[in-house]
């Protein structure tokens, strides 16, 4: 038997069932309002509702990473996925957004350091890492090279969004940053992480509207 089917058309419906279920089932006693409306919009982008106990924040990190945003700093991003995820119309000042892993000489970079080629692309970054929110969303070595970066003497950014994924390296290196107290922080523990989440986290702190 085909249709008619009995499902919600409505976009703006869904978003708002959706938070709304979010809001119901999921565990935000912790957080600030601001973490809050984040962790929902991280809840959102992988549909499970346990992450929320996974989920942690710096202190002052959304107001860093809010303050950073209207003021016009670009983000800068490990991977394309994150790059091209994000919602330029919830920007608040036209930010830029970078993505360096396929810029001429990343190849040859990551063989004169010995690591990946994600790693090696934020070298490309130079100054634009002052005061910018950074978003890692995909690989481990990212976020471990970005701490190697401020240890060697690079310019902080406002903000770290440090949720790569995967089995070898994501939970260590997120926990390396957590124990970093140069900037401020956000992560989801352990082994999850990825693209959609870190995005998710970005268009969340873009704008206050949901």
């Known amino acids: ?3 008619p089917y009995d499902y919600i058309r409505d976009g703006a419906a869904i978003y708002e069932k959706s938070f709304a279920t979010i809001r119901a089932e999921a565990d935000l006693a912790r957080f600030t309002p601001a973490e809050a409306r984040v962790a929902v919009r991280v809840i959102h982008a992988c549909g499970l509702v346990g992450v929320a106990r996974h989920i942690r924040f710096a ?3 959304t107001a860093a990473a809010e303050a950073a945003l ?3 700093a670009p983000i800068l991003c490990d991977s394309r996925m994150v790059a091209h995820g994000i919602t330029r119309a919830r920007l608040p000042a036209n930010n830029e957004i970078l993505c360096t892993l396929d810029a001429p000489g990343v190849p040859e970079r990551a063989r004169a350091i010995g690591n990946t080629r994600s790693a090696a692309a934020l070298d490309l970054w130079g100054e634009k890492l002052d005061g910018a929110l950074v978003a890692i969303g995909n690989a ?3 976020l471990f090279h970005l701490l190697e970066l401020l240890d060697a003497g690079a310019p902080p950014p406002a903000a770290v969004i440090g949720m790569p994924v995967g089995f070898v ?3 260590e290196s997120k926990e390396t940053l957590a124990a970093d107290n140069r900037v401020p922080w956000m992560i989801v523990e ?3 992480g990825g693209s959609a989440m870190a ?3 970005v268009n969340a702190l873009a704008t206050e509207r949901e």
């Open 169 to 171: 390296g994501a939970a």
């Open 140 to 142: 481990p070595t990212a």
């Open 199 to 201: 995005v998710a986290a």
């Open 190 to 192: 352990g082994r999850q």
């Open 59 to 61: 202190p002052g990190f």
């Open 70 to 72: 209207k003021r016009g």
């Open 1 to 3: 038997m085909s249709g």
